[in-house]
């Protein structure tokens, strides 16, 4: 697994939306660095080379 959520409360906002307590924390990498790694539909992670929260799908990288 690329990233783990830890947060101090997980509530419910309003219909399908979450609420999240304090920050989220992604595992970051490179683009070479993602593009490396065994990755599952579903992973999160932070790009540093381009600077965006990224997903994969389950075939490839989409901005968040």
Known sequence: MVSEIK????????GTDIFISNSLGLAS???????ALTSVAGDFIYNTTTHQAQFYN???WNRA
């Open 58 to 60: 389950g075939s490839s």
């Open 29 to 35: 990498f490179t683009t070479t660095e993602r593009d």
């Open 7 to 14: 947060v101090n409360t997980l509530s419910k906002n309003s």
